[in-house]
């Protein structure tokens, strides 16, 4: 500790001398202690490092059944909307996939109007059941003429222009990625 002195014999400087001796009389009768420590005789193992061994075992595992091959890259052309005021850790959420997707429609190969009148009912149904994160799936149109999916704009023209839709925004690539949207509905 910061200001001890040493009493090894020799004076400590600022030390009163009185004070050194009432200390050498309570330390009179005081032994040194004596370990009881037995002393192994070969070193102790390294330490094994258990979380680090299921890592390796899981990557293992990963490689060999496929569940390490890299998801397909998105292009970037991720889509997100939401009205004025929605909370920022609410949109944040909703862009992860952190919400629980209660109901999901599939809108591939329906023509324009059939997937329109597909979608309100079934956001209509969503609200009556109380869902509050669907899954709305247009595909990515890469079978379409110029590969550039006709339904993936008009769903989002239309979902924007629906009240009961407070946002909407790409699925993760697990999800869908693109080719998908979570909506967010109203309470």
Known sequence: MAGEEQLDGEAAPGLD???????????????????????????????????????????????????ADPEPAETGEE????????QHRLRKRLRSGQIPVEGTIDLHGLRVEEARESLGVFLHQALTRGLRCVRVVHGKGRRSPGGEGVLRGKVQKWLSRRKEVLAFASCTPVDGGTGALYVLLKK
């Open 79 to 86: 889509a997100f909307w939401c009205r004025q005021g929605l």
């Open 17 to 67: 001398p009185e004070d050194r001796e009432a200390f050498r009389e309570a330390m009179a009768d005081v032994e040194p202690l004596v370990s009881n420590r037995a002393v192994p005789d070969q070193p102790a193992p390294p330490p094994v490092a258990v979380q680090r061994q299921r890592e390796v075992e899981q990557a293992r595992l990963d490689l060999a059944t496929g569940a």
